[in-house]
């Protein structure tokens, strides 16, 4: 007997990669249904290779009898349908920020603090956590089992995929207007993002900080514990899919580079690749449409103590959004809701 899904949001980036993950590993749901706005009623989605669905209107949809609702529709939308949702008996796994910071909402990354899931019945809703913090974290945290993380600084390379389709448009259109001396407006980026970089994601917050920079703050120190301190700066690059990060971190204890490298390799869904020449390193380019976070660049940091740098990639549609709440389904129904 399997399970009833629904997908939130499913004609936007994220949804569309959910329904494709939840296809390629063979989620065990006797019945997937795709919900969105009223304006997208009625258009299809693929579902794996050969099944199309129909978009149902999620507003007045009813989520009794449905066990798991995977919500990537915008913070807004969730707040309002993913309590009714969870208030019909059916799991909310949201990737919006709305829920991330709640102290009673568990913040998941499964192969980091995947135990934090059981905490799902105070609320019936599991955040996951944003793109960019995913992938830290997962790089993070062998290191910090091992010698303790103290502070941490990120510099973030973030693709346009993270704001959705009409960014990733917007490279496209900028790109081909500077070829034919027809540059066309911003209108969903702060600045030109064609062949530039623009250190502004999301809105300005009163301590100089953006409200990115202060996710990956608090999100971080919500996963892995109070104790690490995070400076993150956080910047849009003219790249489609794939975030890199420059990550440098400062140990309590010792680590080597050897060290280091044996503990990431040792850790499920990393990948390290990590030579010293031309080539020996993964781009976001490599990484789009890959499940691994990879690591590269791994190398003592002089200016402490205890330091590393390394540089670290993912593909932000699929580890740092969709594949991360499969992910927290299948531990679900692994161990939480068996039928």
């Known amino acids: 007997m399997g399970y009833k899904v629904a997908v939130v949001g499913a004609t936007g980036n994220v949804g569309r990669e959910i329904l494709q993950i939840l296809a390629e590993r063979e989620f065990p749901a006797d ?24 978009i149902k209107n999620l507003e007045g949809f009813d989520f009794k009898g449905y066990d798991i609702a995977l919500f990537s529709p915008g913070a807004k939308v969730s707040a309002i349908h993913a309590p009714r949702a969870a208030a019909a008996g059916c799991v909310v796994i949201d990737n919006t920020s709305h829920f991330r910071m709640d102290p009673d909402i568990p913040l998941v990354v499964p192969e980091v603090n995947g135990t934090a899931i059981a905490d799902y019945k105070k609320r019936n809703i599991i955040a996951n956590p944003n793109c960019s913090t995913i992938q830290m974290v997962m790089a993070l945290k062998p290191l910090h089992d091992a010698a303790t993380i103290e502070r941490v600084v990120v510099s973030t390379y973030q693709s346009v995929s993270g704001a959705g389709k009409a960014g990733m448009d917007e490279l496209f259109q900028q790109t081909r207007g500077v070829f034919v001396n027809d540059l066309k407006d911003h209108e969903q980026f702060t600045k030109q993002i064609a062949f530039n970089v623009i250190p502004h994601i999301d809105d300005f917050m009163d301590d100089g900080s953006t409200k990115e920079e202060w996710k990956m703050v608090v999100e971080t120190r919500k996963i892995l514990g ?20 420059s990550i440098n971190v400062e140990f309590e204890n010792s680590m080597s580079e050897a060290e280091a ?16 020449h031309d080539e020996g390193y993964v781009t976001p380019v490599e990484c789009a449409g890959d499940d691994q976070v990879y690591v590269s660049r791994i190398r003592l940091d002089p200016s402490v103590p205890f330091g590393l740098s390394m540089w670290v990639v993912a593909d932000n549609l699929r580890k740092g959004a969709a594949l991360n709440a499969v992910q927290i389904a299948e531990e679900l129904v692994r161990t939480y809701l068996k039928k």
């Open 31 to 54: 019945e997937v249904v795709a919900l969105a706005s009223q304006r997208s009623i009625g258009q299809e989605v693929s579902f794996g290779e050969d099944a199309i669905l129909s």
């Open 226 to 245: 109070d104790s690490i301190q995070v400076a993150a700066t956080c910047v849009r690059v003219p790249v489609f899919i794939g975030h890199g990060e």
């Open 261 to 276: 490298r044996k503990l990431l390799r040792a850790m499920d869904g990393v990948t390290v690749i990590d030579h010293r």
